[in-house]
């Protein structure tokens, strides 16, 4: 059997310690001790981007933005999926994570950050989404562990209201926006219903053939008929007024 390995360490922005090990031909990330990424587990991932490009089938030029690279399997479905003259724009906070995709990651994926229709942006996220407005056809997010962020916290404001609106203003007319998650949120789920968003919930698997292991997928879009097939829809807290409010007697009691 093979020993896992230790190939190489990088530091997170809050100061905790990623570090990446290589077992065979399969590669896990780790931060603070905790799994953050599994090559083999990359179902989810393969997930996201078959969700949140769906309706982009047949469009021409679709442009569409990936906030965190990952070990690239989101990017490497995205472009197996799009158009030749789609642009699909990367966002990646972290220069260790586009170190590992070229030098160890690629040869899982076939090398998508070479593909002439990415462009890479290293740097935070939500600035770049805060500067783009009406430019994407589709925001697909996998940032840290979803909505209860593990390795910024400033990734928290990606997943609060500033952050979702941030979304809802860079995405064209018939856009959708799709996010990852290694856990439910019915609080994330309600942030995205008040910004406008009709939204579908997908329980996903983490990797082929795994029925007990879950993932999550919520796709968002201001336009109901746009949304994939399939999943749960949330619904809207009670108002205050309808919690207090008696039941109205029927006509002629």
Not at 171 to 182: P, Y
Not at 202 to 218: E, L, N, Q, T
Request: charged fraction near 25%.
């Amino acid at each position: 059997m093979k020993p896992r390995v230790k190939a190489d360490t990088a530091w997170t922005p809050d100061g905790g310690e990623m570090v990446l090990y290589q077992h065979g031909y399969d590669f896990s990330i780790m931060i603070n001790g905790q799994d953050l990424m599994l090559s083999h587990q990359h179902e989810s991932e393969l997930e996201l981007a078959r969700l949140g490009c769906a309706h982009l089938a047949g469009r021409k030029a679709p442009n569409i933005l990936i906030g965190g690279l990952g070990m690239g399997y989101t990017l490497r479905q995205a472009l197996d999926m799009l158009n030749p003259s789609a642009q699909v724009v990367v966002g990646e906070l972290l220069g260790a994570v586009v170190k590992w995709n070229r030098e160890f990651f690629g040869e899982l994926n076939g090398q998508p950050l070479e593909d002439e229709r990415v462009d890479l942006k290293t740097g935070d996220i939500v600035e770049l989404i805060l500067r783009s407005k009406n430019k994407f056809d589709a925001i697909l997010l996998d940032i840290d562990n979803g909505p209860n962020a593990m390795t910024n916290s400033s990734n928290r404001r990606l997943y609060g209201r500033e952050g979702i609106q941030a979304c809802r203003r860079a995405l064209r007319k018939q856009g959708c926006l799709a996010v990852w998650s290694a856990e439910p949120s019915k609080k994330f789920e309600q942030i995205l219903m008040s910004c406008s968003f009709h939204v579908r919930r997908f329980r996903v698997s983490a990797y082929k053939g795994s029925k007990s292991k879950s993932r999550f997928v919520w796709v968002a879009s201001e336009d109901k008929t746009i949304l994939p097939r399939g999943g749960g829809e949330p619904r809207p807290p009670l108002s205050k007024e309808s919690k207090g409010s008696p039941r109205r007697p029927r006509d002629g009691r």
